[in-house]
T-cell receptor, first 115, second 113 residues
Framework: NAGVTQTPKFRILKIGQSMTLQCTQDMNHNYMYWYRQDPGMGLKLIYY???????DKGEVPNGYNVSRSTTEDFPLRLELAAPSQTSVYFC??????????????FGSGTRLTVV | QQQVKQSPQSLIVQKGGISIINCAYENTAFDYFPWYQQFPGKGPALLIA?????SEKKEGRFTISFNKSAKQFSLHIMDSQPGDSATYFCAASMDTGRRALTFGSGTRLQVQP
């Protein structure tokens, strides 16, 4: 029972490099989310998806892209890394738009540093 | 109007004491208010949640108090234990538009033995 799996756990990028943060869930959840967590700032929504083939922007989408070709996978793409993207990234999924008593299931996070 | 404001930023409580964390929101369309608990190196996990049709919900040592008119809600941790030391986030969501949680800025709780 893996839940939400994020890879990699840690990554250091140079300015201008690109990378994809992987997120996979095995709970057949329709809703998936990407958040970034900065110290003292809580979690900010980057992108979300309500089902395969459907994605939408959150509060802080600039510099990121997502795709949702399957129910299980929701990768986050950084095209031109900038120091402002240094953060901890969390992927989450939910059964019913975060409103059920089961809430979100979060992955363990990816700590990204851009130098 | 999407913002959820949380206070205090950090809190130190003695073992056995009561921990109280407060949140306020502006958007009256919010109708689901969960609290999440996060331990270092882990993702947040749902702790307890409330909907605005009730003023209080209790699960074990954890209680949410909700004041709809003031647009405020709070988490009370009774008989706080060192194992409760974690970061706590309040959040809110609505059933229209962007169907995702909006999180507060977090409270780092330290329970001293």
């Amino acid at each position: 029972n893996a839940g939400v799996t994020q890879t990699p756990k840690f990554r250091i990028l140079k300015i201008g490099q690109s990378m994809t943060l992987q997120c996979t869930q095995d709970m057949n959840h329709n809703y998936m989310y990407w958040y970034r967590q900065d110290p003292g700032m809580g979690l900010k929504l980057i992108y979300y998806s309500v089902g395969a083939g459907i994605t939408d922007k959150g509060e802080v989408p600039n510099g990121y892209n997502v795709s949702r070709s399957t129910t299980e996978d929701f990768p986050l793409r950084l095209e031109l890394a900038a120091p402002s993207q240094t953060s901890v990234y969390f992927c989450a999924s939910s059964y019913r738009a975060a409103r059920s008593d089961y809430g979100y299931t979060f992955g363990s996070g990816t700590r990204l540093t851009v130098v | 109007q999407q913002q959820v404001k949380q206070s205090p930023q950090s809190l130190i409580v003695q073992k056995g004491g009561i921990s109280i964390i407060n949140c306020a929101y502006e958007n009256t369309a919010f109708d689901y208010f969960p609290w999440y608990q996060q331990f270092p190196g882990k993702g947040p996990a749902l702790l307890i949640a409330i909907r605005p049709d009730v003023s209080e919900k209790k699960e074990g040592r954890f209680t949410i108090s909700f004041n709809k008119s003031a647009k405020q809600f709070s988490l009370h941790i009774m008989d706080s234990q060192p194992g409760d030391s974690a970061t706590y986030f309040c959040a809110a969501s609505m059933d229209t538009g962007r169907r995702a949680l909006t999180f507060g800025s977090g409270t780092r709780l330290q329970v001293q033995p």
